[in-house]
């Protein structure tokens, strides 16, 4: 259901076709809801038969313009104000670590050292795409920085509590 969400403040920010989403996606949203291309035009087609958005140009092969419509924007505020986000309880990489004990310790040193390192790594990229974007002086480029400062600090959180981890598992 969020990915309808996500396309539609897209959408509000300003028109695109199924490939500048799909791009965006990949530039901004990737790291808190990916989507496919597939989840992608799928989901345009969706919301263009409910009247969320219209093709606002077409262009050669096919290509098609999607802006948003005044009730896709009254959808999407309604989300915004009137929804609770849906907080999931389910993480297997901490499910995996409350088992640990039932592995060598080596291995859990080995999987809780796998967490840091893939954490700093997606840190770094998470600078790298911050340092690559053009940002603008809109809402999207505003709310979308505060969202990649979560990620980076989400991260380096990671990295500390998998550091602090190690720490703990007892020599035997």
């Excluded at 965006?24 to 035009?41: C, D, G, H, M």
């Excluded at 919301?47 to 077409?58: K, R, T």
């Excluded at 080596?106 to 809780?112: G, T, V």
């Excluded at 954490?119 to 999207?140: G, H």
Aim: aromatic letters at 10%.
């Amino acid at each position: 259901m969020s990915l309808r969400y996500a396309l539609l403040g897209l959408l509000a920010d300003r028109p695109a076709s199924g490939y500048d989403l799909l791009q965006r996606f990949k530039e901004s949203l990737a790291n808190v809801w990916p989507a496919t291309q597939s989840q992608i035009y799928t989901e345009l087609t969706k919301l263009a038969d409910a009247g969320s958005i219209e093709v606002s140009d077409e262009g050669p092969r096919g290509r098609k313009e999607y802006t948003i419509t005044d009730a896709g924007l009254a959808d999407l505020r309604e989300w915004l104000t009137t929804t609770k986000p849906k907080r999931s309880a389910r993480n297997e990489t901490l499910l995996r670590v409350f088992f640990l004990g039932v592995v060598p310790a080596a291995y859990a040193r080995d999987y809780l050292s796998g967490i840091g390192t893939e954490t700093s790594k997606a840190r770094e990229e998470l600078a790298a795409l911050e340092a690559s974007i053009d940002w603008e002086d809109n809402d999207l480029s505003v709310y979308g920085r505060i969202a990649m400062e979560w990620g980076k600090r989400f991260h380096a959180m990671n990295k500390e509590w998998a550091e602090w981890a190690l720490t703990q598992i007892p020599e035997r």
